[in-house]
């Protein structure tokens, strides 16, 4: 009984220390016939250790920030931004407008302005912004609808 009991322990420990494992809140796994791949997005190395047989690579997180991207919170709901980056007028463009507010956040987070979408094109005066980095969402009466990531220059 134990030999077949410390087997079975074995056999589990050989399958659980050749599993690999990455443990991140950005990132994925592909995989297909030929091969896999895993990746993290947003992390600084500073170390990497290997017995030969396992790597292991640790980093500091960064933010969840993506300096020119879209996330699609309703991906049905069709928008673009332009020019990207921009100086001084971005345009916003979707064929539903109504009902449809747009709001811009600096990097910090603070509100910078709101309004409601006026048109199928609407344009916003940007150029009294600071240069740096902002976050535009737009919101319908009920939900997030699109959040777009901008660079405002000089």
């Not at 809140?25 to 170390?47: H, K, L, M, P, R």
């Not at 960064?62 to 007028?89: K, M, R």
């Not at 407008?97 to 609407?122: C, H, P, R, W």
């Amino acid at each position: 009984m134990f030999k077949n009991s410390f087997i079975f322990c074995l056999l589990l420990t050989s399958v659980c220390v050749s599993a690999q494992e990455v443990v991140a809140t950005q990132g994925d796994s592909y995989s297909n016939s030929s091969g896999s791949i895993d990746f993290t997005v947003g992390e600084v190395v500073i170390n990497t250790g290997t017995d030969g047989a396992t790597d292991l690579t640790q980093g500091f997180h960064q933010t969840n920030w993506n300096f020119v991207g879209i996330e699609d919170h309703v991906p049905s709901y069709e928008a673009l931004i332009f020019p990207n980056p921009t100086s001084a007028i971005l345009n916003i463009t979707t064929s539903t407008f109504e009902n449809v507010t747009y709001t811009l956040y600096d990097a910090q987070g603070k509100l910078i302005m709101q309004d409601k979408l006026s048109s199928a094109q609407t344009p916003i005066q940007v150029s009294q912004l600071a240069p740096g980095t902002y976050s535009l969402i737009l919101n319908n009466d009920t939900q997030k609808l699109k959040t777009f990531q901008l660079i405002k220059q000089q």
